[in-house]
Nanobody, 123 residues
Framework: QVQLVESGGGSVQAGGSLRLSCATA????????MGWLRQAPGKEREVVAS????????YYHNSVKGRFTISQDNAKNTLYLQLDSLKPEDTAMYYC?????????????????WGQGTQVTVS
């Protein structure tokens, strides 16, 4: 059974940092496209960053370039998202997602496996 479990969310003041983690199990991590998406109340779910587990290529939404960093530890089958210089508009539920399809993922429709989400609140 494929599982994605996020952790690391919380409440921080503007300018602060958080590190989200996504522990994965039940599939071959090294053959998937992985991503972080977020959804704020009343807004569409959007891809924040995605990465190809088979290589080093990555994608970032324009709004987070230079502030967020996606990374992975293939030995631990874990995906990370470092959030720096946080802004109130970054407040959202953040989801880890995966898909066996081609990399990179740019839209929520590019992902078929989802975690339960972790809340990030920036005040």
């Amino acid at each position: 059974q494929v599982q994605l479990v996020e952790s690391g969310g919380g409440s921080v003041q503007a300018g602060g940092s958080l590190r989200l983690s996504c522990a994965t199990a039940g599939y071959t991590y090294s053959s998937y496209c992985m991503g972080w998406l977020r959804q704020a109340p009343g807004k569409e779910r959007e891809v924040v960053a995605s990465i190809c587990t088979r290589g080093a290529s990555s994608y970032y939404h324009n709004s987070v370039k230079g502030r967020f960093t996606i990374s992975q530890d293939n030995a631990k089958n874990t995906l990370y998202l470092q959030l720096d210089s946080l802004k109130p508009e970054d407040t959202a539920m953040y989801y880890c997602a995966a898909d066996p399809g081609p990399c990179l993922g740019y839209d929520k429709s590019d992902f078929s496996i989802w975690g339960q989400g972790t809340q990030v609140t920036v005040s």
